[in-house]
């Protein structure tokens, strides 16, 4: 959907990849979840191994859910594309990028 502006926007983005050094924005949604209306945003390093990411930071947030089983099988996709990362990959390796957005689903 495009943008109508009423004027030029001449300021660049307070959140743009270059402010971060090695560190990039990834936000995970959870999928057909109630619980939680819209994406988490998290703060990681580029070279943070999937697994890390996972029991660090995404499990420590998605265990607010009461309902939330952390060893239940779960499917991922990145930008609509099925995503089958390894604990031992880099966000990087994964080709996470800044602002990249992660869906998650209950399998």
């Known amino acids: 959907m495009a943008v109508k ?10 959140s743009r ?4 050094g090695d ?3 990834v936000s995970v949604w959870f999928a057909d979840n109630p619980w939680w209306c819209a994406a988490a945003m998290f703060r ?3 070279a943070m191994t999937w697994g890390d990411f996972w029991t660090q930071m995404v499990v420590p947030y ?4 009461p309902d939330w089983k952390a060893d239940a099988a779960y499917s991922f996709s990145l930008w609509g594309v ?5 604990p031992d990959q880099t966000l990087a390796e994964l080709g996470i990028e800044h602002k ?8």
């Open 62 to 65: 998605a265990e607010e859910d």
């Open 44 to 46: 990681a390093p580029q």
């Open 5 to 14: 502006a009423i004027g030029e926007y001449r300021f660049p983005s307070r």
């Open 100 to 107: 990249d957005v992660i869906a998650l689903r209950a399998a």
């Open 23 to 25: 560190d990039q924005l």
């Open 82 to 86: 099925p995503l089958t990362p390894r």
């Open 17 to 20: 990849q270059e402010l971060y």
